[in-house]
């Protein structure tokens, strides 16, 4: 057993994931045409949250500041995850105490205060401990739209969707750096291809793409898999929207083929649990 | 393999004169890097004119020397000293340099396992900057005073952002140099600063001080040039990738003009290739 200042946080599971838009409206299409469902608006910004079982997507599509250059520069790209802890101030204090950097949340008056690091590229990654309470952090953020309030208070089935997996473009030579960075402060382990956590996230890290000059700034997350537990629930997503899946060189697992509405070059793939 | 002119810096601290002038006269000696002292953006007072002469004089950074006393030390001071490394980073970042050197305390007030978990806090804090930490021994130290202890500590934090920095010095103190490479692989030394010296041995702390800071010879001045072969012999033979910089700091240097000393810099670093290449 390690003592307490060489042991990584214990990360429970993966609680959103947050999008920089340049525009909202293609996105919000073409997020519906993969399964999500628009769920609700932050009650002071252009934010949307998007949920697929137990997915949370926000999309912020915020009109100055950091997430806004960040969405003029890279299109539609991940600027944040949020992880769920036990405890959000003791988590974040051991973070920092690990050599993270805080990161700024700039948080408007009357909302959440939720405490993050930095990531991969400047992104930010939120730690969050309310996420079985009776009021959750998007009650406080989030108002529903007309008819979607009981979606925005339900609690998905065991089985429905999940994100099984990030993957992270890092310049060349730094794939290492990163791995230490999710193993020794996340606490992730080393399996064969990827890292995974106990919580069921894996993470992939990627150095061959960008050249080892590259700005760490320009390192940002690539990938997101989604994971669906059957096969019926991916024909069903097809089945409604307009959507080609291209295959790729794992089994069950189908890369999605963005339409060319908006700017990315975040890679979206479905896994169907075998 | 041949090594490039360019993988030969120079520290610009053994120079004398203003910095703008030291610039131009490295950059003219045909260096492409130098290490830079902290202690010389304390001196100037402004880090944007040192960013402005830097960028005019076209030399890169190939080394930052270097954040002082930071292992073994006890909670607020750690914190303080995290905090320094965050400004320091940032000073960094601006003047685009990517390797920081890292120093131990003399007096280690705290566990092998908390010294573990420092030098990880420092290699995480710099990788997210994009910067490399090397770990500098000092033989006044008590936990990292030669490469085995110090490379010990690298190994057990097992951090890919964390090497070592070796440092010829050490041939006078407690190593035999030669020995270096057969306990650290060539990969986890991110950087070699050489110096030469005029003594063989030193015996007081207060000898070891004064050396390291007033008495650091260029490579090929001194009487250790078969020792440097050797380290820049096995260093190649380990697969070593990184800088090697021309450290000299003696008082003899102090007095002389700049032209007198960057002429011996350029023939110390012509020595140091024909023993790389040879």
Known sequence: MQPAFLSAIQMKGLEFIELAAPDAAPLAMFLESIGFTAIARHRHKPVTLFRMGHINLIVNSASSGAVHDQALERGVSVCAIAIRVDDAQEAYQSLINAGAWEAETNTGV??????????????????????????????????????????????????????SSLSLAVAHGRAQQWKDFFVQLLGFEPAQTSLTSQSGLAVQVDDTELAADTDIGDEFYCAVTLKLNDQAQLDAICAQGDLTLLETNIENCFEVQLPATFPSALVWRFEVAA | MSVQAQKIAVSLTGLTGDIGSRLSVIKAAGFEKIELDAAELSKQGNLR????LLQNSGLKLAAYKELKDFTGHKGHVMRYKMQLAQANLKMMTALDCSLLIVTPSAVNK???????????????????????????????SDHAYDYETAYRLVEQAGNANLGLVVDSFHNLTDLNIDELFTQVPGDKVFLIRLSDFAMSTLYTLEDKIEVDHHQRLFPGEGGHSSDLTTLLCNCQTAGYKGDFILSANDDRYRFASLETVITKAAKSRDWVLSKLNR
């Not at chain 1, 996420?131 to 959750?136: K, L, P, T």
């Not at chain 2, 004119?49 to 402005?52: I, K, N, P, Q």
């Not at chain 2, 396992?113 to 033989?139: K, N």
């Open chain 2, 49 to 52: 004119v040192v960013e402005g």
């Open chain 1, 110 to 163: 009357m909302e959440l205060n939720i405490p993050a690091i930095e990531g991969v590229g400047g992104t930010r990654i939120f730690l969050i401990d309310r996420y079985d309470a009776r009021v959750s952090i998007y009650d406080i953020d989030f108002t529903p739209f007309e008819g979607m309030e009981t979606l925005f208070s339900a609690k998905a089935a065991s089985d429905s969707a999940s994100v």
């Open chain 2, 110 to 140: 705290t566990t092998n396992d908390e010294v573990v978990a420092q030098l990880r806090a420092i290699s995480t804090l710099a990788m997210l900057r994009g910067v490399r930490v090397g770990y500098r021994p000092l033989p006044w």
